[in-house]
């Protein structure tokens, strides 16, 4: 098994008072070296995601253990008017010892709240910072192409609320051509797209979009849709992971129990080792896991996507 240094560059984290702990007794457990704290944005239904106060108090008191990717705050609806000023918030935020910031606003339900395309030019200001002081965003845009489906989605899904195919919310597609449009504006804003950005399902438009803009990388935060589809088509996705080893970012997704719920701190506890042991023995084993086996990468290539890559994109 890879023995050097494994950042989970996508964790998310409430603001409560076992979260640090969490974190810590799961670096422990899992043999991480590092976390990324990332925080979830206020007024777009994620309160309970927004940490940006604790995000950064865990940044500081654990120098080397965590970093922090923070959130614009929507909590003030005066910005439909454009009287929030995106840019300020980001960089106070930054001086505070944040890493970049996490946006969210590209899934359905978000995108909807938010009432503003991720390309509206009351960003501009935003994303021009970003590009310019070499910032990066981790942003998640659409979901799975079976949320969209009432023939193929999940019922755990449903129960979730993130059935998307009610005519209420954006399309795929059209969320995707927003940030197209944040891309062409902006090709050397610094851009992490969340969970391989659902393009698990079209090995050639993965490619095809890496190819497009040099500056952009995908994170392995589950969906475990993608893992299957991944796993379906080994030999060919074997050939992209090495192609593109610069341009993957390890990640879980993981969390810590959520608000009211210490007494399942073991019981996640479980759940999120567990799950950082499956997505290793994907990447660093060819044994059986989810739908084939595993893509046994090489060790530098294990380096660079565990590690290196967030290293290098963080780095200002």
């Not at 840019?87 to 709240?113: H, T």
């Not at 449009?181 to 050639?204: C, E, N, W, Y």
Request: net charge negative; hydrophobic share 40%; with cysteine.
């Amino acid at each position: 098994m890879f023995s050097g240094k494994i950042i989970d560059s996508h964790f998310h984290a409430y603001a409560m008072e076992n979260c640090e702990v969490f974190a810590m007794d799961l670096i422990q457990r899992s043999g991480l070296s590092a976390i990324n704290i990332v925080s979830l944005p206020k007024g777009l239904g994620y309160d309970a995601g927004s940490c940006n106060e604790m995000g950064l108090a865990m940044k500081r008191g654990h120098p080397g253990k965590f970093y922090f990717f923070g959130a614009l705050d929507y909590s003030d609806e005066s910005y439909l008017d454009g009287k929030i000023d995106f840019v300020e918030q980001a960089r106070m935020l930054l001086d505070s010892g944040a890493d970049g910031i996490k946006m969210i606003e590209g899934k359905p339900d978000a995108r909807r709240l938010l009432g503003l395309r991720l390309d509206a030019p009351l960003f501009h200001s935003f994303y021009n910072y970003m590009e310019k002081e070499s910032i990066p965003i981790l942003m998640h845009v659409a979901d799975p192409e079976e949320f969209w489906d009432a023939g193929k989605v999940d019922e755990a899904v449903r129960r979730k609320g993130w059935f998307w195919g009610d005519g209420k919310h954006q399309l795929k597609e059209d969320l995707y051509a927003e940030a197209e449009g944040v891309l062409t504006q902006f090709p050397r804003l610094k851009v992490i797209f969340a969970h391989f950005s659902f393009m698990s399902s079209d090995i050639v438009r993965a490619s095809a979009f890496l190819e497009r803009w040099e500056n952009v990388s995908l994170d392995l935060a589950p969906g475990w849709e993608m893992y299957h589809n991944f796993t379906n088509d080994r030999s060919a996705w074997s050939v992209f992971f090495n192609a593109y080893q610069d341009r993957i970012i390890f990640g879980t997704d993981n969390t810590p129990p959520s608000p009211g719920n210490h007494s399942r701190y073991a019981e996640q506890m479980d759940y999120c080792a567990a799950k950082i042991t499956r997505l290793r023995n994907f990447l660093e084993t060819g044994g059986e896991v989810f739908s084939g086996s595993g893509l046994n990468l090489h060790e530098k290539t294990l380096s660079r996507i565990y590690s290196d890559n967030f290293l290098r994109v963080i780095s200002r």
